[in-house]
């Protein structure tokens, strides 16, 4: 009976910790009067049914992608990080760039990795 082949990945096992986190939001701001405008309808109406008084709206030129990379950003310099020291890129979105390739493979390729592995979680 042949023996199985250990194979040696190099490295230990380790642990995962957050060291730190980032946000990015669209710039363009849309309120309910804005609404007010474009429907049959009034802030005390939406407020009192939806608790929303203002959405953020992706304007030409955003994206998940460009969101998600400048939160990567933030998230990178409060945790003294660089792009290519990390191992695993995960994009949670429910608003992917498209089905293939995965938004985190964008956010990898912005922020210069071209080692980690990439992938989006949605919910």
């Known amino acids: 009976m042949k023996k199985l082949a250990r194979v040696d990945i190099g490295r230990a096992a380790r642990r995962a910790v957050i060291k730190a986190t980032g946000r990015a939001l669209p710039e363009k701001v849309l309120d ?24 953020r709206i992706i304007s030409e030129g955003e994206s998940s992608a460009t969101l998600a990379t400048e939160a990567a950003k933030q998230t990178m310099k409060r945790a003294r990080l660089r792009g290519e020291e990390l191992d ?30 990439a992938s989006d979680l949605a919910a």
Not at 32 to 52: C, H, P
């Open 88 to 117: 695993f890129i995960i994009c949670a979105t429910v608003t992917p760039e498209m089905v293939f390739p995965s938004t985190a493979c964008f956010v990898q390729n912005s922020l210069n990795n071209h080692h980690s592995c």
């Open 32 to 55: 309910n009067a804005d609404f007010e405008k474009m429907v049959d309808t009034s802030d005390e109406w939406i407020t009192s049914r939806t608790g929303i008084k203002q959405r």
